[in-house]
């Protein structure tokens, strides 16, 4: 779609919507800044996120949801894992989604952002790590 014409709006929506029914939603763009994006009206919105990815990448205002921010409350491994599964909303780029905190986890659903940018390579990793893909 054109610019402006409101396709991260919706998006932010079907995330929200998806996780109030209970969905766990991974979100991806090839890049950084269309992830961050995405996040920061989730976040204006008060919807709990956590996103991957090195926090020098990662917008200022997103820090405090960052995994690396999120590993410092937990004190075990266990608590570790069990505090990234908790979150239904989990943000990366596609490049970014062989992180430990969901190596091993299946989502309900990946959205990806701005997929015309991405190589379909790049892609299939996220896709793979859920049951419906949009």
């Avoid at 029914?21 to 009206?41: C, R």
């Avoid at 921010?69 to 608590?79: D, G, L």
């Amino acid at each position: 779609g054109m610019p402006g014409s409101g396709k991260t709006t919706t998006i932010v929506g079907l995330v929200r919507l998806l996780a109030k029914l209970g969905q766990s939603v991974l979100l991806v763009a090839y890049t950084n800044s269309a992830v961050d994006t995405i996040l920061l009206k989730l976040q204006k919105e008060g919807q709990d996120f956590l996103r991957l990815g090195r926090k020098e990448r990662v917008r200022a205002e997103l820090l405090s949801n960052t995994s690396e921010e999120v590993a410092r409350r937990c004190s075990t491994p266990t608590m570790l894992s069990d505090c990234y599964n908790s979150y239904l909303v989990v943000g990366s780029t596609c490049l970014g989604v062989d992180h430990a905190a969901i190596v091993n986890r299946q989502f309900d659903w990946c959205v990806l952002d701005e997929a015309s940018q991405a190589l379909l390579p790049s892609v299939l990793s996220s896709l793979l790590l859920a049951k419906r893909f949009i």
